[in-house]
């Protein structure tokens, strides 16, 4: 029999209950009782319908309050001191609320304490809290949650896997902070760290657990040989533990760890399947006798229907040759797809036929596994036929596949992804144009979403207010905005973009190709969930989408009004994306989209375009050796959508970090006329990799970070700004916050405003 199993499943709930649950327990208005009790009838409902579905196993470790990764490292005991849980540790068993002032801060019991850092997993839009690490740091056993839930799992009858992050992975998620060296020597803590794993799995074979899959991801990453030959010496040493391992490495092809991989003394091997599909011969190949290979066929990472009958094919030859030690699975656990398609009633049923989410993949894996046993029921033959008519309809789909969108993307010539002159004679044209001071000031875009903004949406989409008023008061927004700016007398000022919801949904909702569910919420980090638009069909702009906003904005003020748009690889990024074409396909529609809007802004008199592109550097791959590939379309795209204005019309772009040095070349290639960046908390060193490489366009480097509601001192701006003034010649220079303020209030904002003006006053006097 082929066993059917998931790498991991959504833990938030179809209805979002965890993040409701958690937020009313830091609240104080539920109790760490109902908390608890909501955790575990979440983890009943997920393995119920795990079994329900067929799968001959279900996941037990996959469920977190705030994060995965952060329950390896409160279990390994690896808890700083500054959340004072030296007892607990001792004890074996760190508190709940330790490990939720280690991920934000503060809890509703003990001391708050600076957060360790969060970040992204892997290439998923997902974060995970960084493992903090110190040499000569010790690991014990600290929590028997993993076994409590395993017991759980048991009481109620299901075969248990057990899924853990696996300890070279940890480690390689893992970062010195403060005086420690962010990549000190962290191999050197493998040793003590593989005593507390090995007595993990001891503890789980203790409970009867059979098989242990531990998802070590670093190894579709470029590794070092040093811990190429960790991963040698750690698996050998887990070899002995009671349990059978199935070592996983979602998200991408093993590439040069291949040989690696297949050799280490594990009973299984979990491989993608979705991302590299040519890897699966290779595998077989040399995968030794009497191991296990799960194929990880359906796609964790997207929303699409899975092909079961082009899978039951591919997959013939590896269950002949395997025969029972063909494990089928999602690629990746199902965390990174929304739960239920289900409850989605307003989805056309056309569009829904094409979809699958955690739940449907569910029984994707089990049909398939049956299909490829020969022993399909029924409803699996119906689930086959229905998903390739589907697939068939898909492919045929007209708003697919519109002639138009195709002939233009042909028609596209170098010479349109170029603007006409080079920077240094466009600075001129634009100085002309724009007659700005030396340290210009402006801002990222958005203003305080006040709660009088967000109950006029809500009241707008629930039919409560007409579209007029709902416009008309957003242009009071606006006006305010403008009046304020003007008041505190910024040179570029912005509309603050009142009218929008969120930066891709805003322009998905008006473009063609775009789908929106209603319930298809996603985990992005603790209790935080997005809701990524589906990119299905061949994008078309069938009107202006922000003009009218920009024009009006404009009426009211002389200075020059900065128009506001998000860039094609964020919306790109931001999106669950088509898979019958390729990404760069896709992007380039969406970039010659924008470049009709920002077109239609120029006509409409904006001077001054921003185009961001925050997912720029996320959108990255997983091997280095892809990168340039990756950054070139990237590039090319936000090029097509801004290279079509005249000289004297100015292209801002915007990101929302600081690490530029391993991909300076590219933000360079974009040609931005100005960009605006995050500099704030790194006292300008970041500023470093423009300087060496000689960047020569506009910068703003961020000099009040937004995320932090104190307001900035005027010598502190002063002051970074004259450091960055060291690094790039001071008519380059442009003085703004660091992000978009929407998140902020007003009454913090005008203050911090008023003395960022000022200090470009004091910068004016001494550098001009
Ligand atoms: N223009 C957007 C804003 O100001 C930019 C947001 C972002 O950088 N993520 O909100
Ligand atoms: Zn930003």
Known sequence: MTMAHVTGYPRIGADRELKRATEAYWQGSLDRQALEATGRELRLANWAAQREAGLDLVTVGDFAFYDQVLDVSVMVGAVPPRFAAEDEVARGEVDLDTAFRMARGRAPSGAPAAA?????????NYHYLVPELHPGQRFRL????????????????????????????????????????????????????????????????????????????????????????????????????????LLASPFGGLGDNLSLTVSLPVAGLHIDGVRAPDELEAVLDRLLPHKVLSVGAIDGRNVWRADLALWRERLAVAR???????????????????????????????????????????????????????RADAIDRERVEVASRALQARREAERLHR??????????????????????????????????????????????????????????????????????????????????????GIDMPVHGEPERNDMVEYFGEQLDGFAFTRFGWVQSYGTRCVKPPILYGDVVRPAAMTVRWSEYAQSLTERPMKGMLTGPVTVLQWSFVRDDQPRETTCRQIALALRDEVLDLEAAGIRAIQIDEPALREGLP?????????????????????????????????????????????IAALDADVITIETSCS??????????????????PGVYDIHSPNIPEVDWMVALMDKAAERIPVERLWVNPDCGLKTRGWAEVEPALANMEEAARVLRQRHG
């Open 403 to 488: 002639p138009a969108v195709a002939a233009r993307l042909a028609g596209v010539s170098d010479d349109d992804a170029r603007r006409r002159r080079p920077y240094a004679e466009r600075a001129v044209a634009q100085q002309r144009h724009l007659a700005l001071p030396l340290f210009p000031t402006t801002t990222i875009g958005s203003f305080p979403q006040t709660g009088e903004i967000r109950a006029a949406r809500r009241a707008f989409r629930a039919g409560d207010l007409s579209r007029e008023a709902y416009e008309a008061q957003m242009r009071e927004e606006i006006a305010g905005a403008v009046a304020r700016q003007e008041t505190l």
């Open 116 to 124: 360790c850092e969060m970040t992204k997993y892997f290439d998923t």
């Open 142 to 245: 600290s929590s028997t949650r993993l076994f409590d839930q395993v017991e759980e799992a048991k009481a109620a009858g299901h075969a248990v896997k057990v899924a853990l992050t696996g300890p070279l992975t940890w480690l390689w998620l893992g970062k010195g902070r403060g005086d420690v060296p962010e990549d000190f020597d962290r191999l050197a803590l493998l040793d003590g760290l593989l005593d507390v794993y090995a007595e993990v799995l001891q503890r789980l074979a203790g409970q009867g657990v059979e098989w242990v899959q531990l998802d070590e991801s670093a190894l579709v990453q470029d590794l070092p040989l040093a811990w190429r030959q960790a991963y040698e010496r750690a698996y050998h040493r887990l070899q002995a533990a009671p349990v059978k391992l």
């Open 320 to 374: 002949m040759r395997l025969g029972e030690r063909l494990w089928i699975a999602t690629s990746c656990s199902l965390l990174h797809v929304p739960v239920d398609l289900e409850a989605e009633t307003d989805l056309s049923l056309e569009l829904k036929s094409w979809l699958a989410f955690a739940r449907q993949k569910l029984d994707e894996v089990a049909t398939l596994a049956r299909l490829l046993d020969g």
């Open 622 to 666: 997983l091997r280095c050796a892809e990168w340039q590939g990756y950054l070139d379309w990237a590039v090319e795209c936000f090029r097509l959508a801004s290279a079509g204005v005249r000289d004297e019309t100015q292209i801002h772009t915007h990101m929302c970090y600081a690490e530029f040095n391993d991909i300076i070349a590219a």
């Open 683 to 700: 006292d300008m060193e970041l500023l470093d990799a423009f300087q060496d490489f000689a960047y020569p366009n506009a910068i703003g």
